[in-house]
């Protein structure tokens, strides 16, 4: 009976024994599976169950909870940079060696017009020249690239570093459309070099003018002194002749002037005076003041809005005279021309900006020639000052918007005001 009892305790130490390693087991799995899996929002309950299994589940729960700070400090973190990333308004691609994309942000988006990016060869549509710079570019290295998108130009520089994660290489860019930069910085050189210029030729040449304007009036009172005198004809011809190239020389001199003062006027633009105003007002009022000499000279004037609503935030009478100018030009351009056409168009890009366009089917612009119309003192006409797309292009930019011109020779000339 004694033996019978003490096998039975045995059996039942035993199998507690069991069912105490085994409910240990079973804590430490689910503790282990948590980490594993990441789930830390599994407890344990510490009542019943011995002051060891409350010891250690104690310190399981202890464990879990370090963890689940350490994850809300890192998920902070992490939203803090996509925030951070995602704010910055210059674009930024994270991608593998083989194109594959890891991060973009919103302004990558706007730039591509993309709402996702998962290989960066689907951006072989933009510019397959982009593309191949952006697999070949190294650590450290800038790039300029140009790219003609539909109406606009971009300037796009491109800086590129590479770091490493978990045996992986990802490149990290940022490419910004530097366009806008660039014409400020140019009109800008152009405009310190206009005044250092005029301020020296107004300088040299207004004492001329006056000195041969005052030299000429001496000479004809001594002329007249001398005729009444009745003086040797042949020295009457002699001050005749210098007071001749006087007149010439003052002549030459207002005429300089009248130059220098019409450059001037790239250094003086007012300040727009802003307005809120129908682009469908402002188009009809310019085709209106046009339409008589179009119809005299067999021209076809179109004007095409799109919505009829669109309005504009911009000083109404600046930009009247860039589309007076550019429509002046697009006459000259097809004056003689049997179908001569010009079109005004109006419209929202793909990019939510405001586009005014005029277009005509003339002769066109050569592409070397089409590179430098925009700079000042350069132009085609005869009679042409050479300041007119230079001043086009200093109002745009005071207005925040550019203005680009895109040629086909022999079929169309197209100059984008983009706001």
């Not at 005869?382 to 895109?406: D, K, V």
Request: glycine share 6%.
């Amino acid at each position: 009976m004694t033996l019978f009892l003490v096998g039975g305790a045995v059996c039942i130490q035993i199998f507690a024994f069991i069912s105490y390693i085994d409910r240990t087991n079973r804590i430490l799995n689910n503790f282990l599976e948590s980490i594993r899996y990441s789930d830390f929002t599994r407890t344990f309950q510490v009542e019943g169950e011995g002051s060891s299994f409350e010891k250690l589940k104690k310190s399981f729960n202890e464990v879990i909870k370090d963890f689940q700070e350490v994850r809300a400090e890192k998920e902070e973190n992490f939203y803090y940079l996509q925030t951070v990333i995602q704010h910055i308004g210059i674009a930024l691609i994270a991608y593998q060696k083989d194109g594959k994309v890891e991060l973009i942000n919103n302004a990558t988006k706007k730039l591509f017009q993309v709402r996702n990016l998962s290989n960066i060869q689907a951006l072989s549509g933009f510019s397959q020249e982009m593309v191949e710079h952006l697999f070949n570019i190294k650590h450290g290295e800038n790039t300029l690239i140009k790219v003609q998108e539909k109406d606009n130009l971009l300037q796009l520089i491109i800086y590129a570093t590479e770091f490493k994660i978990h045996n992986r290489t990802i490149t990290l860019v940022s490419i910004k459309n530097i366009q806008q930069e660039l014409e400020e910085k140019e009109m800008e050189s152009w405009q310190k070099l206009i005044r250092v210029l005029t301020h020296e030729i107004m300088n040299s040449i207004t004492p001329i003018s006056s000195l041969s304007s005052t030299v000429t009036m001496m000479i004809k009172d001594v002329t007249e002194n001398l005729k009444e005198q009745g003086t040797n004809a042949d020295d009457l011809e002699t001050l005749d002749e210098v007071e001749g190239a006087l007149k010439t020389i003052h002549k030459r001199t207002d005429g300089l002037l009248h130059f220098v003062n019409t450059y001037r006027n790239l250094t003086k633009i007012p300040n727009p005076n802003f307005s809120i105003f129908k682009v469908s007002h402002l188009l009809g009022n310019i085709k209106s003041l046009f339409e008589e000499e179009m119809r005299r000279k067999g021209i076809e004037c179109e004007m095409n809005i799109e919505p009829e609503s669109l309005e504009l935030s911009a000083d109404e009478h600046l930009i009247e005279q860039v589309i007076i100018n550019l429509i002046k030009n697009a006459i000259h351009a097809i004056e003689g021309k049997e179908d001569g056409r010009i079109q005004l168009r109006a419209y929202l890009n793909s990019r939510g900006r405001i586009v005014i366009q005029v277009v005509d089917n003339g002769p066109g612009i050569l592409p070397s020639v089409l590179e430098r119309i925009f700079i000042p003192f350069f132009t085609t006409k005869p009679q042409g000052s050479g300041i007119g797309l230079s001043l086009s292009r200093q109002i745009l930019r005071l207005h925040g918007g550019t203005i680009n011109a895109f040629s086909e020779p022999d079929k169309e000339t197209k100059f984008t005001l983009t706001f």
